[in-house]
């Protein structure tokens, strides 16, 4: 047993032993630290300025409308250029962005549409970088370092996701939102450097599984250039799987983890802010616990075997939330879903990491950020509609939808050999 536990320690650790990766898990803790940062600034400094709810709406859509139209731009052009490249540029260009932003604010001069401006501005620049970081880590590790080194990334990405909004919080109240927006911007500085500091690993080549879709770009345009990375993506029924389950797993979380689960603390468990604090903890903490243990684990398991296991692991979950009527219950349920999306979630894009060409990954990563952004609002708006009568109907209609998910998965021979 001791001898088990050194085993998984060294293997979770081996990853950090590099260099090059600890200046990626830096750099990507201190962006996230950042994102966290800009949301309780823009979000302050719009109500401050307008006192208005609904101005803080344009803002933040001014926001996320960029950044969902231009991902594919910045996946072809992570691939075409460089994953490093591309993320420290786009972090610079926001450290720049934000002290700009801090810095009119500290001279009385901002106003709402700049903020709208700025926020349109972080978003579209927030689009090169995210495709970038989920396709830079298999030039930073050998790809059985993969999984540890994603479940060490993923970790370090929820404990930033708690901090960043927190600490930018205590910032503004001990001060003021502009500076926090100054603070902001150090750490989007700091977070160019550490990536700029990355010394890739020499690769002879590059498997390319799903054929000339993924041969060398050079030349094409950029239309050309996601087209074919589109191609790539569902040309291979492997590929369309990861799509179809990241997909149906954001419709089943978008809503029911956000609208879901504050009428479920509300209206179902008779609680307050309190309980809706304890879900979303348990959640994320199952989360944290299902990384760890998945980069812990040696060896690379059936990857679409897995995927059906989550999927029927998370229509049980949520099922069972549209029925339990204690406190206790509920976050047992909504623990053990957190492990199961932690989990696998390691071995799922360590799977896309290490199979899909390098020449192409960064685009199929973007489809798949981009099918996120369309599905999350979907879901937002009908679990809004269906939570006013309950949320059994919602909850049940979710477990229905991974419940399918997973059974057709298991239909699938190519899907069910993955490894």
Sequence with gaps: MASTLVGARSRLSAPARLPSFRLLWLGQSLSLLGDGFSYIAFSWSTLGLTQSTLA???????????????????????????????????????????????????????????????????????????????????????????APANALLAVAAKVSAVLGPAVGGMVVAFSNAPVAFLVDGVCFALCGLCVARIRPLPRPGQDAPAGDAAAPAAGLSLGARIRAGLRYAFDDPRIRTILAVDAAVTFCQAGPFTVGFATLAKVDLHGGSATLGLLNGALAGGAMLGTLAGGAVSGRPRIGLLIAALAGWLAIGTGLLGLIGSTAGALATV??????????????????????????LSRVISVDMVIGYAVAPLSLILCGAMAQSGTGPMFALSAAVLAVTGIGILGSRTVREMR
């Design 56 to 146: 803080l709406g344009y803002v933040l859509a001014f926001q996320a409308v960029p950044r969902a139209l231009l991902t594919l731009v910045g996946g072809s052009l992570s691939d075409k250029w460089s994953s490093r490249t591309l993320m420290a540029l786009s972090s610079w260009a926001r450290a720049g962005l934000m002290a700009g932003v801090g810095l009119a604010g500290l001279a009385g001069s901002l106003t709402v549409w700049m903020l709208c401006c700025a926020a349109a501005a972080f978003g579209a620049v927030d689009a090169f970088f995210q495709p970038a970081r989920a396709s830079i880590l298999p030039s930073v590790v050998d790809k059985e370092q993969l």
């Design 335 to 360: 623990l053990a879903m957190g492990f199961g999306m932690g989990f696998q979630g390691v071995f799922g894009l360590s799977w896309i990491q290490r199979t899909i060409d390098g020449s192409v």
